[in-house]
């Protein structure tokens, strides 16, 4: 068998970069991990390395830091770079624009800079459903057009422009070693690792509905406030595609061996979406949440909240013809290890560094 490739994960310490830490060790990968730590701790990568029982290799950095990046590639023979780092909070975007374009489309300039410079041109790209502009039909395919409507959504949409410009000036350059780029477009993740020692760990007051459901599960927050019960969905409120952080991980191995096989092509920028293909209530979620876990969330119905949409989920095709992926856990899965996550850490990795 072929030696197993070296990864760089940036924003590995953050939720979904920990998980996707556990399946690139369990797959064999060698993986560095550069994370400045602003929406994280070190301790879920002691978690990664406990579970796991492998070691990886930890650089506490910024994308933005040009040199801490050259020393990176050169110290390491790093082959493909999956890219998590970013802030991801859609309020804190609107209140603070320029922090995001600056943390997430010049971050990942100055990273795709160092990558180049180090010959390093396989990048599997954190994209969102958040990209996708209104539609008439509320399953989204990669070819529906785009049309963020808050910083944070556009932060992405620049970078997925970027990458493929990128990958376009390499056509025209006739460049014999061409960028190979995934755009991966996440709908709703959840949930956690079975084993409860790494989960979603959100500062302050959880923006989103599952991590909000089970803070008041466990008692730290009264009451979750659920958005509109008046859009055109069968119970009124807002339906997602919530998608295992588990399966949602694993796409990105799949993105890793597409691009390193015939099949991708000599090189291009392609995106995909990530999720289940099926969409899913807030009452719903309320539902399946107090049925698995038999704790009574306490709701009251609010107005709708700037900016939602009544109802989007994937249409996931794409993702299993060309990258052999689809999502595999259910529903009960995602609240059972979701809640498996928050009742062992209720605190979430707390005072741990
Ligand atoms: P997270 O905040 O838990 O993880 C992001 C990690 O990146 C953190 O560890 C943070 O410290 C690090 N980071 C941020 N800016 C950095 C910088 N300049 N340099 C180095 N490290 C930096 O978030 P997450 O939920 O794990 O999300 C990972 C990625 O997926 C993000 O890019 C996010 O935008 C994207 N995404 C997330 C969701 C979601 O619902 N969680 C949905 C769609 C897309
Ligand atoms: N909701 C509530 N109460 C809450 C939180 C959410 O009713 O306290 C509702 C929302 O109105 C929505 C649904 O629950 O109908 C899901 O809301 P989330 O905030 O969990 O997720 P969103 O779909 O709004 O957005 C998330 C991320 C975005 C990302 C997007 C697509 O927050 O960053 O998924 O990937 F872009």
């Given at each position: 068998?072929?030696?197993?490739?070296?990864?760089?994960?940036?924003g590995?310490?953050?939720?979904?970069?920990?998980h996707a830490?556990?399946?690139l060790?369990q797959?064999?990968?060698d993986?560095?991990?550069?994370d400045?730590?602003?929406?994280?701790?070190?301790?879920?990568?002691?978690?990664?390395?406990?579970i796991?029982?492998?070691?990886?290799?930890?650089?506490?950095?910024?994308?933005?830091?040009?040199?801490?990046?050259?020393?990176?590639f050169d110290?390491?023979?790093?082959?493909?770079?999956?890219?998590?780092?970013?802030?991801?909070?859609?309020?804190?975007?609107c209140?603070k624009?320029?922090?995001?374009?600056?943390?997430?489309?010049?971050?990942?300039?100055?990273?795709?800079?160092?990558?180049?410079?180090?010959?390093?041109?396989?990048?599997?790209f954190?994209?969102?459903?958040?990209?996708y502009?209104?539609?008439?039909?509320?399953?989204?395919?990669?070819?529906?057009?785009?049309?963020?409507?808050?910083?944070?959504?556009?932060?992405k949409?620049?970078?997925?422009?970027i990458?493929?410009?990128?990958?376009?000036?390499d056509?025209?350059?006739?460049?014999?070693?061409?960028?190979?780029?995934?755009?991966?477009?996440y709908?709703?993740?959840i949930?956690?690792h079975?084993?409860?020692?790494?989960?979603?760990d959100?500062?302050g007051i959880?923006?989103?509905?599952?991590?909000?459901?089970?803070?008041?599960?466990?008692?730290k927050?009264?009451?979750?406030?659920?958005?509109?019960?008046?859009?055109?969905?069968?119970d009124?409120?807002?339906?997602?595609?919530?998608?295992?952080?588990?399966?949602?991980?694993?796409?990105h191995?799949k993105?890793?061996e597409?691009?390193?096989?015939?099949?991708?092509?000599?090189?291009?920028?392609?995106?995909?979406?990530?999720?289940?293909?099926?969409?899913?209530?807030?009452?719903?979620?309320i539902?399946?949440?107090e049925?698995?876990?038999?704790?009574?969330i306490n709701?009251q119905?609010?107005?709708?909240?700037?900016?939602?949409?009544?109802?989007c989920?994937a249409?996931?095709?794409?993702?299993?013809?060309?990258?052999?992926?689809?999502?595999?856990?259910?529903?009960?899965?995602?609240?059972?290890?979701?809640w498996?996550?928050?009742?062992?850490?209720?605190?979430?990795?707390g005072?741990?560094?």
């Amino acid at each position: 068998m072929m030696p197993k490739k070296k990864i760089l994960v940036t924003g590995g310490a953050g939720y979904i970069g920990s998980h996707a830490c556990v399946e690139l060790l369990q797959a064999g990968y060698d993986i560095v991990v550069a994370d400045n730590l602003s929406n994280s701790k070190t301790e879920s990568l002691a978690r990664v390395q406990q579970i796991t029982g492998k070691n990886l290799k930890f650089y506490q950095a910024d994308i933005r830091d040009k040199a801490a990046l050259d020393e990176i590639f050169d110290q390491n023979p790093i082959d493909t770079v999956i890219h998590f780092a970013g802030l991801k909070a859609v309020g804190e975007s609107c209140s603070k624009p320029h922090l995001y374009y600056h943390n997430n489309v010049y971050g990942t300039l100055v990273l795709t800079e160092a990558m180049q410079a180090a010959g390093v041109k396989r990048l599997v790209f954190s994209s969102s459903a958040t990209v996708y502009g209104e539609s008439d039909t509320p399953q989204y395919a990669e070819d529906f057009p785009l049309g963020a409507i808050n910083p944070y959504g556009r932060s992405k949409a620049m970078i997925e422009d970027i990458l493929r410009d990128l990958s376009a000036a390499d056509h025209i350059n006739q460049d014999p070693s061409p960028w190979k780029i995934a755009l991966l477009r996440y709908f709703n993740p959840i949930g956690a690792h079975a084993s409860g020692l790494i989960g979603e760990d959100p500062n302050g007051i959880p923006n989103n509905l599952m991590p909000y459901i089970s803070q008041v599960a466990v008692g730290k927050l009264a009451q979750l406030s659920v958005f509109g019960n008046d859009y055109p969905t069968p119970d009124g409120t807002g339906i997602r595609d919530y998608i295992h952080v588990v399966d949602l991980v694993k796409g990105h191995i799949k993105a890793i061996e597409t691009l390193d096989s015939d099949a991708f092509g000599p090189g291009g920028c392609k995106a995909y979406n990530l999720g289940t293909g099926r969409g899913y209530s807030v009452l719903e979620m309320i539902q399946a949440f107090e049925r698995v876990t038999g704790k009574a969330i306490n709701y009251q119905i609010v107005g709708r909240r700037a900016g939602d949409l009544a109802e989007c989920f994937a249409n996931p095709k794409r993702a299993l013809q060309e990258l052999g992926w689809q999502a595999e856990k259910n529903l009960d899965d995602m609240v059972a290890d979701t809640w498996n996550w928050q009742s062992k850490n209720p605190q979430g990795y707390g005072s741990l560094m």
